[in-house]
């Protein structure tokens, strides 16, 4: 099962901020937050990914709370082609030989209106 | 910018027969994936595969399944008899050998199975 909980959908209006939350109380020290999403029925994305810093890419910021038990994906200008399904998932980073499947959530909804 | 391609997009099939899903992955990673989203579920997690063998697999990936890297370029999935509970679009990823393994998906294949 998932480690992390999420809303199941969200609005935000075209051109501002979309502060998309997940809770994920139980993360042990070695394991990253990924952020995922999935435009219609499309192979999931990949947006970002972090350990306990918060960062930042060309799509996204990521904000991991000091103890990790949750995170904010931040799209700072949202446009009608962000509307999709947004998936938070917690993983265990390898170095190299052991396999690391991802392991999806329902996720949000991200609905940006116009 | 490289990306997972996957053929075909769309796949009719009656129940019973084998089908061949073929994906070549980014041409630098080493470790590739399939997954398969049932329509209106959850991604689930199939198989994984490196070094020319099966890294892991879950509990869909039975007998019926089967998983080849035929050359330098493409990964296969192999449905032997397939079931109508086999329609669903099947994804495949593959990811670097790097310390935080993001996998990059394909945009899938719609596998219909009548």
């Known amino acids: 099962d998932a480690k992390t909980t999420q809303p199941p959908s969200m609005d935000c209006a075209e051109g501002r901020a979309a502060n998309l939350p997940c809770n994920h109380s139980?993360?042990?020290?070695?394991?990253?937050v990924y952020w995922y999403r999935q435009i219609h029925s499309q192979g999931p994305q990949y947006i970002i990914h972090?350990?306990?810093n918060n960062e930042t890419n060309e799509m996204a910021s990521l904000i991991i709370t000091e103890d990790r038990k949750s995170s904010t994906l931040i799209l700072p200008h949202a446009t009608l082609r962000d509307t999709a399904v947004y998936y938070c998932i917690v993983r265990v980073a390898h170095y190299g030989g052991a396999t690391n499947k991802l392991i999806f959530g329902t996720g949000t909804l991200l609905a940006v209106q116009p | 910018e490289p990306e997972v391609t996957q053929t075909p997009s769309h796949q009719v099939t009656q129940m019973g027969q084998e089908v061949i899903l073929r994906c070549v992955p980014i041409?630098?990673?080493?470790?590739f994936y399939w997954y398969r989203q049932i329509l209106g579920q959850k991604v689930e997690f199939l198989v994984s595969?490196?070094?020319?063998?099966?890294?892991?697999k879950s509990e869909i990936f039975d007998d019926q399944f089967s998983v080849e890297r035929p050359d330098g370029s493409n990964f296969t999935l192999k449905i032997r008899s397939t079931k109508l509970e086999d329609s669903a679009m099947y994804f495949c990823a593959s990811s670097e050998r790097a310390v935080q393994e993001t996998q990059y998906f394909g945009p899938g294949t719609r596998l219909l199975v009548l």
């Open positions: 041409s630098n990673h080493l470790y």
């Open positions: 972090g350990l306990k």
């Open positions: 139980t993360i042990s020290g070695n394991e990253y």
């Open positions: 595969f490196y070094n020319n063998e099966i890294s892991e």
